[in-house]
């Protein structure tokens, strides 16, 4: 039986940031309390059809989840813990923004039972903190990452890069600072331009001009060397953490594991209770909008729009784009058991023997593996590679 | 209604460069005449067709009879002929005026004399045509009438002196030309005891009638209920209706001599009416054939394949449903191994080429690649069988080859002195030998000889370039001469597309083939493998230019929420490069092969 991954989403934020397309939502009231009766349900809905199985991972994920009250997290927390069997490293990872306010709660989320935080630092210079339009500024980033450093056992955070007009040199300067503050793990995201964002709007208009993929490319080298040197190796595409120190949450959904997502809008992918091989791989989704989530929670015991069993075609996709975006590549036995599709009617051959050729992939000791030229083109190959 | 007295007929065209006003007087002639109603006139009553009227070119010849009492108090029959207006078309604009006695010449008030214009004016005086010079936009500020008047005398050689000032938009002396039409234009003249001549002027279909025929009766009558017959083919039809056009189509009993009008007879396709074609009656037949019939033969051709290969058949009946009104253009399936199956099509002219492409992508909503064009090439093989080569991908091996000959052309091109430095050297860079240079005023005409080659590889493009669109171009076909001509290939990644092979001089082959990688350099996107792109004259590799692959292409951020998209989105992909076409394994867009092909040198 595949261990459990479990994601909790927290929809509400203090304000929308302009680059973000997550599912959040601002409110001038958040009704705390209706808000943990409802996921606390949905977990119990969860567990009954999942059935007793080791739980590896609990991520408290947002919007931003630093605001729930405490004791909801503890709820939380407690009753996963009683409806699976968590294993003895389990790994509780909370999403935070390093503002006073909230730094102020770290050590009660600490009490609740969180034991790795992942702060939402973006920036270590103010003007880009602006232009991103976050809440907090540099020295309270620095604060927050003091203090979390001393709460919490394990600590990553965030950085978006390639901003427009960044210098590889002011780069450079940022994450070298960033590197001197960094526990052990670190998320480190280009800048995306989601569709349906005030980026987006303001990137038609021309306001935004992204770097170009060459100089994109070019910032991308930096930091991963600068990682490495400091001990940070790139795990997967935009994750660096020390040996050991990954986000086991998340390798779940690029090893393609079971994890159940509860709350607004949360996706997940489960094999249900007695199926023994696990290969029926169930596609959760759930209600976006709060409200009537939670409604839909209170009247049925659950918000789901519509659970749906994944075809071994889509599993292979799936596993696919999800697995070559790690460095560790992908366990070709654990694909063939898990898709229930062998790995030669998935790829298309040519263009596998033209990427190994091209040095972008390797396939050895039964991993298949995207190498880091091809990691730099991997929506390019997977478009050519997978059938 | 066709009881005019034959001297009360008048038959005419109108001679105009593009955007001088033709379809504009033509539809005031209409109106002021009452031939529709003001609530029956659209712009530009005559050009039919969506693409006519967008791109101001008539395609298919058309007569409006217009009733006009004149000063003299008598009721005239004025058959205005509405000709094609394009060099490509110069034969059917040949039979259109062969079916008129005079011409109306229109020229722009402010522009003056165009080369265009003056090829067209020039087929009119080979017609034994009286000419009627009539100047435009005399309203505008512009206009400078008495220039122009001396303009035509000058480059054109005819008395100008009693041209008539209109302006066409406004309607200003519309009087005046109808009065020019009845008094200067002589009457036609014909036997209508002698067995039946009509001239064949043009044919379309139409999908209630059949086809459509437009008709001059020469001598005799046309009937309905006749039986008839094609002097060329002695084919032999009975006629169903005979007409005039109003513009409206209006059934008559019968066409006299001197008269034009339409007939049917339940003829299905064009193709079966050769435009020249003399038609008489079969029980009663003419001895001879009125003069200058010509069957059509194209002088451009190029491969259509479909972007899809599953259009195929889509494509198939397209061209047979165009080919159904322009018996001009030819189609035979060919398979390129780049792109598949596809048809080689034969053009009249690069206009004409263009005009098929874009109504099969317009009416028939058809993606389309288009192949380089290429002009018929006559191969002199050692063994002295000589073959017509229209596709680069059949030319024959370098050792089985005694010579080629190639088309030539006579260009005429008017430009402002100020850019005839650049006009010559195009002219040079392209092989042309100059046959004449004069100047009129500012305006100089150069006639040139060039082969039909280099002109069909953007030289019209170019040409209005470097003359900043104010240089005026028209051609006619003027033999064939030996001639250095190689192939070159086009390889991606090692794979020859022989849809981009194109033949070319040994002189400029370097050149071109240099021009064209770079040119796939800029338009092929990158991809995911670098890309190699060469030119080659049999193995010889004469330019290599490479693409390099995708610096950088992967999401940032994907988690277990962005699953489900990301798989969505990559089966979309898959479905969407299905439908590509693919070299090796490379895309080249359609935009980029488009682009390529229509590519200068």
């Given at each position: 039986m595949e261990p459990l991954a479990l994601y909790v989403h927290w929809p509400f934020c203090l304000a929308k940031c302009p680059y973000c397309d997550f599912n959040s939502h601002v409110r001038d009231e958040i009704p705390q309390a209706r808000f943990a009766a409802a996921l606390r349900r949905e977990l119990a809905f969860e567990a009954r059809r999942l059935g007793r199985r080791p739980l590896a991972s609990i991520f408290f994920g947002g919007g931003t989840p630093s605001l729930m009250a405490p004791e909801t997290v503890a709820a939380l927390i407690e009753d996963a813990r009683a409806l699976f069997d968590p294993l003895p490293d389990l790994e509780i990872t909370l999403e935070a923004n390093p503002t006073s306010v909230e730094a102020g709660r770290l050590a009660l989320l600490r009490d609740a039972g969180v034991n790795r935080l992942s702060l939402g630092v973006q920036s270590l210079d103010d003007a880009a903190l602006r232009a991103l339009g976050r809440g907090h500024s540099a020295a309270e980033a620095r604060a927050a990452l003091e203090h979390a450093r001393a709460l919490f056992p394990r600590l990553s955070f965030d950085l978006i890069y390639a901003r427009p007009g960044q210098t590889p040199a002011a780069w450079r300067a940022e994450l070298a600072a960033a590197l001197a503050l960094a526990a052990d793990h670190l998320s480190l995201y280009q800048l995306t331009i989601e569709p349906d964002t005030a980026?987006?709007?303001?990137?038609?208009?021309?306001?935004?001009?992204?770097?170009?993929?060459?100089?994109?490319?070019?910032?991308?080298?930096?930091?991963?060397?600068?990682?490495?040197?400091?001990?940070?190796?790139?795990?997967?595409?935009?994750?660096?953490?020390?040996?050991?120190?990954?986000?086991?949450?998340?390798?779940?959904?690029?090893?393609?594991?079971?994890?159940?997502?509860?709350?607004?809008g949360a996706h997940g992918r489960i094999t249900l209770a007695g199926d023994a091989a696990a290969t029926a791989v169930l596609a959760?989704?759930?209600?976006?909008?709060?409200?009537?989530?939670?409604?839909?929670?209170?009247?049925?015991?659950?918000?789901?729009?519509?659970?749906?069993?994944?075809?071994?075609?889509?599993?292979?996709?799936?596993?696919?784009?999800?697995?070559?975006?790690?460095?560790?590549?992908?366990?070709?036995?654990?694909?063939?058991?898990?898709?229930?599709?062998?790995?030669?009617?998935?790829?298309?051959?040519?263009?596998?023997?033209?990427?190994?050729?091209?040095?972008?992939?390797?396939?050895?000791?039964?991993?298949?593996?995207?190498?880091?030229?091809?990691?730099?083109?991997?929506?390019?190959?997977?478009?050519?590679?997978?059938? | 209604?066709?009881?005019?007295?034959?001297?009360?007929?008048?038959?005419?065209?109108?001679?105009?460069?593009?955007?001088?006003?033709?379809?504009?007087?033509?539809?005031?002639?209409?109106?002021?005449?009452?031939?529709?109603?003001?609530?029956?006139?659209?712009?530009?009553?005559?050009?039919?067709?969506?693409?006519?009227?967008?791109?101001?070119?008539?395609?298919?010849?058309?007569?409006?009879?217009?009733?006009?009492?004149?000063?003299?108090?008598?009721?005239?029959?004025?058959?205005?002929?509405?000709?094609?207006?394009?060099?490509?078309?110069?034969?059917?604009?040949?039979?259109?005026?062969?079916?008129?006695?005079?011409?109306?010449?229109?020229?722009?008030?402010?522009q003056g004399v165009e080369a265009q214009t003056l090829a067209n004016v020039y087929q009119a005086i080979e017609?034994?045509?009286?000419?009627?010079?009539?100047?435009?936009?005399?309203d505008l500020p512009a206009a400078e009438p008495e220039r122009v008047r001396q303009q035509i005398e000058d480059v054109i050689g005819i008395d100008a002196s009693d041209a008539v000032m209109i302006s066409a938009k406004t309607g200003l002396n519309i009087e005046g030309v109808l009065e020019a039409l009845v008094t200067r234009l002589p009457a036609p003249r014909g036997d209508a005891s002698a067995p039946l001549k009509a001239l064949l002027v043009d044919s379309w279909y139409d999908p209630y009638l059949g086809v459509v025929i437009l008709v001059r009766v020469k001598d005799g009558r046309l009937r309905r209920g006749q039986k008839i017959r094609m002097m060329s083919n002695g084919a032999v039809h009975h006629v169903e209706q005979v007409g005039v056009f109003s513009p409206k189509m209006i059934a008559v009993?019968?066409?006299?001599?001197?008269?034009?009008?339409?007939?049917?007879?339940?003829?299905?396709?064009?193709?079966?009416?050769?435009?020249?074609?003399?038609?008489?009656?079969?029980?009663?037949?003419?001895?001879?054939?009125?003069?200058?019939?010509?069957?059509?033969?194209?002088?451009?051709?190029?491969?259509?394949?479909?972007?899809?290969?599953?259009?195929?058949?889509?494509?198939?009946?397209?061209?047979?449903?165009?080919?159904?009104?322009?018996a001009s253009f030819?189609?035979?399936?060919?398979?390129?191994?780049?792109?598949?199956?596809?048809?080689?099509?034969?053009?009249?002219g690069l206009l004409h080429l263009e005009i098929i492409q874009e109504r099969l992508s317009r009416e028939f909503d058809l993606n389309l690649i288009a192949t380089a064009p290429s002009v018929v090439y006559r191969v002199h093989r050692t063994s002295g069988v000589v073959e017509e080569l229209h596709n680069p991908a059949d030319m024959p091996d370098g050792s089985l080859i005694d010579h080629i000959e190639e088309p030539w052309i006579r260009a005429t091109i008017m430009v402002p002195d100020d850019?005839?430095?650049?006009?010559?050297?195009?002219?040079?860079?392209?092989?042309?030998?100059?046959?004449?240079?004069?100047?009129?005023?500012?305006?100089?005409?150069?006639?040139?000889?060039?082969?039909?080659?280099?002109?069909?590889?953007?030289?019209?493009?170019?040409?209005?370039?470097?003359?900043?669109?104010?240089?005026s171009f028209d051609y006619q076909m003027d033999g064939y001469a030996e001639s250095d001509l190689v192939r070159i290939s086009i390889m991606v990644n090692g794979d020859p597309v022989d849809a981009l092979s194109f033949i070319a001089h040994r002189a400029a082959a370097e050149g071109r083939g240099r021009a064209i990688c770079g040119r796939l350099k800029d338009l092929i996107p990158r991809?995911?493998?670098?890309?190699?792109?060469?030119?080659?004259?049999?193995?010889?590799?004469?330019?290599?230019?490479?693409?390099?692959?995708?610096?950088?292409?992967?999401?940032?951020?994907?988690?277990?929420?962005?699953?489900?998209?990301?798989?969505?989105?990559?089966?979309?992909?898959?479905?969407?490069?299905?439908?590509?076409?693919?070299?090796?394994?490379?895309?080249?867009?359609?935009?980029?092969f488009l682009a390529a092909l229509k590519m200068d040198a």
């Open positions: 980026f987006a709007s303001r990137h038609a208009r021309g306001e935004i001009v992204l770097p170009d993929a060459d100089a994109a490319a070019a910032l991308y080298a930096l930091t991963g060397e600068m990682a490495a040197a400091s001990g940070l190796a790139a795990y997967e595409v935009s994750n660096y953490a020390r040996p050991g120190a990954e986000s086991r949450h998340n390798l779940a959904y690029w090893r393609y594991g079971d994890y159940a997502g509860i709350g607004p959760t989704r759930r209600i976006r909008t709060p409200e009537a989530w939670a409604a839909a929670v209170e009247r049925a015991g659950h918000g789901a729009v519509a659970d749906v069993a994944l075809a071994p075609g889509e599993r292979a996709r799936e596993m696919l784009l999800m697995g070559l975006r790690l460095a560790e590549g992908i366990d070709l036995a654990r694909f063939v058991a898990r898709s229930g599709v062998a790995f030669e009617a998935a790829v298309d051959h040519e263009t596998l023997c033209a990427a190994e050729a091209a040095g972008y992939v390797s396939r050895e000791g039964g991993r298949l593996r995207a190498l880091p030229e091809g990691l730099l083109r991997l929506d390019a190959l997977l478009a050519a590679l997978v059938v | 209604m066709t009881d005019t007295p034959i001297e009360r007929i008048r038959n005419f065209a109108i001679i105009a460069h593009i955007d001088h006003g033709k379809s504009t007087l033509a539809d005031r002639l209409i109106q002021s005449t009452g031939g529709l109603s003001d609530r029956e006139m659209t712009n530009q009553v005559l050009d039919n067709m969506e693409l006519e009227r967008e791109r101001g070119i008539t395609i298919k010849a058309q007569t409006v009879r217009l009733s006009y009492r004149a000063k003299d108090g008598l009721l005239y029959a004025l058959n205005l002929m509405d000709t094609p207006g394009h060099v490509d078309f110069a034969y059917e604009v040949s039979r259109s005026l062969a079916a008129c006695e005079g011409s109306l010449l229109v020229v722009d008030a402010s017609a034994n045509h009286e000419i009627v010079p009539i100047l435009n936009k005399i009993e019968d066409l006299a001599p001197g008269e034009m009008g339409y007939i049917t007879a339940a003829i299905k396709t064009v193709a079966d009416c050769n435009v020249g074609d003399t038609i008489t009656d079969d029980r009663q037949p003419a001895t001879t054939a009125l003069p200058g019939f010509k069957p059509s033969v194209p002088v451009v051709w190029c491969g259509l394949y479909p972007t899809d290969a599953d259009d195929f058949e889509k494509l198939r009946e397209s061209l047979g449903r165009l080919r159904l009104n322009d030819h189609y035979d399936p060919e398979t390129s191994a780049a792109l598949g199956f596809g048809f080689r099509c034969g053009f009249l850019y005839l430095g650049a006009i010559l050297t195009l002219c040079n860079e392209r092989r042309g030998q100059q046959a004449d240079l004069t100047y009129v005023g500012n305006r100089a005409m150069a006639v040139y000889r060039l082969p039909l080659n280099e002109v069909v590889f953007d030289f019209y493009d170019r040409l209005k370039s470097v003359s900043r669109g104010y240089a991809q995911l493998f670098k890309i190699a792109v060469q030119a080659a004259i049999g193995g010889r590799v004469i330019a290599r230019e490479t693409i390099s692959a995708l610096s950088k292409d992967v999401t940032a951020k994907c988690y277990g929420g962005d699953i489900s998209r990301k798989r969505k989105l990559l089966e979309k992909q898959k479905e969407g490069k299905k439908r590509m076409r693919q070299f090796g394994r490379v895309e080249i867009p359609q935009s980029a």
